[in-house]
């Protein structure tokens, strides 16, 4: 019988890929420097019909550090970057790793009083935001946040071409706020950084390059500082600082390049993953270490302006969660792009229905559909389906180089389960998180000793397959008992998509009240816009019968409700926390 220490993986990794990587003893900022220099003039990024090259980051990113040195900010403090996908974020992200800080990132969707909890908690000194969230939401915190000194407000519109710019604020189409003094805070615009841009003649650029030199000093990170400190969601609570370091990155990228074969300075990518999401990040960060050029999508439910950035820029590499594919699959723009440059399109975050990863593939290509798995703790990534060789629908893939993976028994969470049954996965590797930020009973029920060594407990419910190819069956606070069974919501959910009037779909548990300790097996549905005009007892009954026909009897859902609309998380997730209240 096939076991976990027996890494049957290794034989489905293709020909480039060996089982052991040699992780360099470098920084972050190590392979940022080798990205930025390998081609100065390439782009890095295009963004709303403007262009910044690797030059234009290398030199307003030193400005950024110059300023977080000159204030005496740098190895071992945090700067907080609330901001969606503009420049202005990787500037600043960059920036803050050359002055040896970490980095957190903020979502720009957080209230006021979840904003204040991850600046208090990551303990940031350096806030950079958007001037409308500086007026309208964290003048109402300001007096809440002590250990932050320094706030840095910058528009929508700042790296925009100018006439977009000016339309956009003359016409509303973007938010803009009023930047103001804050008592005990030194305020400042993003714009000072700009002073010059965009630089042309190679004369300019050398003059700002001497007088923003960035030394190397004593300060300067090492592999075991923290990189990031990356805020789970808060699915179980309040959100945990993941303290993921420059060694933890550097090792998921050096797996990532040599499991894609990234080409350096000859890639272009397009995600609408957030920046402040490690997906995004992660992205990004290997799109500039290897001088690759990115496409930044501001508004993710913009599939109109994303099918126009594919269309010309001609993407071979895209990232996205599969409610975004499945929104770009609906728009008929989508359908008619040239998809022939086009490598991978990258799938991760969440599930992703059989039915609709063949609708994917009959547009953009055969095979080129890539499933991949990962969580904030392991810097993210864990498993992916082979680049060039056999890829399995409906399995997030094989373990990376440099990573191992077993399943565990969910109840004791101290033994093995065979391969091919159900358990918690739980994974090693140089990825994989330091702990989280203050927070050590939470880390020690996280990063557990199992067979004499440290692991990774997921909280995933999983099995692999006799060819270590990895599928994920549910959350395990997602599992449902009823009368005794397990019923994987997943499992449900994927059943419910091959129905032809089901846009959107997630189970989640009820307490039966009558029977304490179980639950009530919940549908919440979204409709096709098509059956929505459709008598809804009608429709409920057909689902219904549907489910009888293809689940067990314990798994069909007792509940079936109709919503408008399913509320997703910031990256596209479906909400679960928000449809369980």
Known sequence: MTKYDDKPWLKSYDENVTPEIEIPNKTYVDLLEEGMNFKPQRPFVNFMGNMLTFCELDILSRRFAAYLAENGIGRGDVVGINLPNIPQ???????????????????????????????????????????????????????????????????????????????????????TGKVTPVNGKNVLEFKEFLSGYPFIKLNIVQ???????????????????????????????????????HKNMVSNITQAKQWIEFQNGKDIMCSAFPLFHLAGLILAMVAMSTGNTQCLIPDPRNTNHICQEINHYKPTI???????????????????????????????????????????ESIVGKNKVLEVYGMTESSPLLTMNPYKGRKKIGSVGIPIPNTEIKMVDVETRTCEVPIGQEGELIARGPQV????????????????????????????????????????????????????????????????????????????????????????????????SEDKKKDSKIVEKDILSYCKENMSPYKVPKIIEFIESIPLTPIGKVDKKALRR
């Open 433 to 528: 998180m330091r702990g989280y930020h203050n927070k050590p009973e939470e880390t020690k029920n996280a990063l557990r000793e199992f067979q004499g060594k440290t692991w990774l407990y997921t909280g995933d419910i999983a099995k692999m397959d006799e060819d270590g190819f990895v599928y994920i069956v549910d959350r395990a606070k997602d599992m449902l008992n009823v009368g005794g069974y397990k019923v994987f919501s997943r499992e449900v959910e994927e059943t419910l998509y091959q129905h032809p009037s089901i846009e959107i779909c997630a189970i989640i548990g009820i307490p039966n009240p009558d029977r304490p300790g179980n639950d009530i097996v919940k549908a919440m549905i979204q409709l096709k």
């Open 89 to 175: 974020y990787l500037i600043a992200f960059c920036g803050s790793l050359r002055a040896g800080c970490a980095v957190t990132g903020i979502s720009p969707l957080l209230t006021p009083k979840e904003m204040a909890y991850q600046l208090n908690d990551s303990g940031a000194k350096v806030f950079v935001t958007l001037d409308a969230i500086f007026e309208n939401r964290f003048l109402k915190i300001s007096d809440t946040v002590p250990n932050l000194k320094h706030v840095i407000a910058t528009g929508l519109g700042e790296l925009m071409p100018f006439y977009k710019e000016i339309l956009g604020k003359l016409l509303k189409k973007f938010p």
């Open 318 to 360: 895209m990232a996205n969660v599969p409610t975004l594919y499945q929104m770009l699959i609906d728009n008929p723009q989508f359908k008619k792009l040239n998809f022939s440059q086009l490598k991978l399109c990258m799938s991760g975050a969440a599930p992703f229905s059989i039915q609709a990863i063949s609708a994917l």
């Open 207 to 245: 003059n700002f390059l001497s007088n923003y030199w960035i030394p190397k000093l004593a300060a300067a990170p090492v592999p075991d500082d923290p990189c990031l400190i990356q805020y789970t969601g808060g699915t179980t609570g309040l959100p945990k600082g993941t303290v993921l370091t």
